[in-house]
């Protein structure tokens, strides 16, 4: 049994988890009514990515008989005047999450509940990815992006990411 802490900061976790994909297909949305393709796929890829996360996290409660309570999910509040700041929205909000990640860390660590600490090492190795493709998405705007072509082929190398879910055995 969990403590119940560790188990109501998961259970709130499935939520941002949840919002995060919901941020993200707002990206997604963004990007497309641009005309940028790429972009738009990145995010939406983005966003199966944190609903899968999401999923992870229920699974981790059901199998430690704990009751899953889903909340309502709030709408995201964007307003981007450039192509850049997505990204850069991007980038704060997984910094968000890490810092969410490593806040459940730590109340499992003072609890000494070393199966939960197991599990978010996933989600804190993923995190420091998370963050890593979100710095060379804003380096790569910074250098190319104000060029047409260089925008262009960016795009088209966004638009080659493939999905790959989560291979982590709870």
Same mark, same amino acid.
């Given at each position: 049994?969990l403590d119940?802490?560790? &188990? &109501?900061?998961? !259970?709130?976790q +499935?939520n941002k /988890?949840?919002y995060s994909?919901?941020?993200?297909?707002?990206f $997604?949305?963004?990007?497309? #009514?641009k005309?940028?393709k #790429?972009? $738009?796929s990145?995010?939406k +890829?983005?966003a199966q990515?944190e609903r899968? %996360?999401?999923l =992870?996290?229920?699974q981790? =409660?059901?199998?430690?008989?704990?009751?899953?309570?889903?909340? $309502?999910?709030?709408k995201?509040? @964007?307003?981007?005047?450039?192509?850049i700041?997505?990204?850069k929205?991007?980038? /704060? %909000?997984? /910094?968000y999450?890490?810092g969410? +990640?490593h806040?459940?860390y730590?109340?499992?660590f003072s609890?000494k509940?070393f199966r @939960?600490?197991?599990? =978010?090492?996933?989600?804190?190795k993923?995190?420091? /990815?998370e963050?890593?493709n979100a !710095?060379?998405n804003?380096?790569?705007m910074?250098l190319? #992006?104000s060029?047409p072509?260089? =925008?262009?082929? *960016?795009d088209n190398?966004l $638009?080659?990411?493939?999905?790959?879910?989560p291979? *982590?055995?709870l």
């Open positions: 049994m119940k802490t560790v &188990s &109501s900061l998961l !259970n709130s +499935i /988890e949840f994909a919901y941020l993200y297909l707002d $997604a949305s963004y990007y497309g #009514g005309g940028l #790429g972009f $738009a990145w995010y +890829i983005q990515e899968d %996360h999401a =992870l996290f229920m981790y =409660l059901q199998n430690n008989s704990e009751k899953v309570v889903l909340e $309502a999910i709030d995201p509040d @964007t307003d981007f005047s450039d192509l700041g997505p990204l929205a991007g980038l /704060e %909000h997984e /910094e999450v890490t969410l +990640i806040a459940i730590d109340v499992a609890v509940d @939960t600490m197991q599990f =978010l090492e996933w989600f804190i993923e995190q420091g /990815e963050e890593t !710095n060379d804003i380096s790569k910074e190319f #992006g060029d072509k260089g =925008l262009y082929m *960016l190398e $638009a080659t990411r493939v999905y790959a879910p291979s *982590l055995v």
